[in-house]
T-cell receptor, first 113, second 113 residues
């Protein structure tokens, strides 16, 4: 079975631009979470989605948004990119809302210049 | 409020000697606790989890952790380090019923030959 997949692998954007990152969960998993990992730090929670609804949000500005589709895949959108948004963006899936065992994808490396 | 503190940013051991990575947590509710490992240029992998069952939890690759409520600790141990254990380790807390995952800052494990 395929694990969590993310696309693209790497991305370079300019300040002020918009970016969309994509995630496909493990088959049968209905919950997707997004994290930002800045170099040298632990991942920071951004969002959790379950059954297409936002169930949790971390301390990120409104420039960050996400959605989950009927097939449980998800997109993370970031508007008005700042240099500080450069990071590894991780997606994790879990089987249900109260299943806390998360499986992580390889991440998307975003560089903002 | 919940938080997690990894007490050492770096730990260095010799191959064949014991490993101890320390983690303290703070939680208003009964927490679920996890350890993840991140090898360079690889995704996060779940090592083990505690979800209010046995307090001594065994994970993959010979790692184990003990939940001590009185000390609010969840330290990771391994009897004998292997070169392949060199990686970044993250302690993670999720509040039962909550939808926010908190990662520690990470501990870099170095294993000397």
């Amino acid at each position: 079975d395929a694990g969590v997949t993310q696309s693209p692998t790497h991305l370079i954007k300019t300040r002020g631009q918009h970016v969309t990152l994509r995630c496909s969960p493990i088959s049968g998993h209905k919950s997707v979470s997004w994290y930002q990992q800045v170099l040298g730090q632990g991942p920071q929670f951004i969002f959790q989605y379950y059954e297409k609804e936002e169930r949790g949000r971390g301390n990120f500005p409104d420039r960050f948004s996400a959605r989950q589709f009927p097939n449980y895949s998800s997109e993370l959108n970031v508007n008005a990119l700042l240099l500080g948004d450069s990071a590894l963006y991780l997606c994790a899936s879990s089987s249900g809302l109260t299943s806390y065992e998360q499986y992580f994808g390889p991440g998307t490396r975003l560089t903002v210049t | 409020a919940q938080s997690v503190t990894q007490l050492d940013s770096h730990v260095s051991v010799s191959e064949g000697t014991p490993v101890l990575l320390r983690c303290n947590y703070s939680s208003s509710y009964s927490p679920s606790l996890f350890w993840y490992v991140q090898h360079p240029n690889k995704g996060l992998q779940l090592l083990l989890k505690y979800t209010s069952a046995a307090t001594l939890v065994k994970g993959i690759n010979g790692f184990e952790a003990e939940f001590k409520k009185s000390e609010t600790s969840f330290h990771l141990t391994k009897p004998s380090a292997h070169m392949s254990d060199a990686a970044e380790y993250f302690c993670v807390v999720i509040n039962t019923g909550g939808f926010k995952t908190i990662f520690g800052a990470g501990t870099r494990l170095f294993v000397k030959a």
